[in-house]
């Protein structure tokens, strides 16, 4: 294995991690604690 290939192997790596939190980030089923966490700074206490 060439450094040319581990390279490539790294970014894909890479691509699959940030598609993977970018999934995780839009799902719907953290939609609400995403809402109730971006209401946090509003709120009083």
């Given at each position: ?31 609400a604690q995403f ?11």
């Amino acid at each position: 294995m060439d450094v040319i290939t581990l390279r490539s192997l790294f970014t894909v790596g890479c691509l699959c991690v940030f598609v993977g939190i970018v999934v995780w980030a839009y799902s719907r089923r953290n939609k609400a604690q995403f809402e109730e966490a971006g209401r946090l700074p509003l709120a009083e206490d």
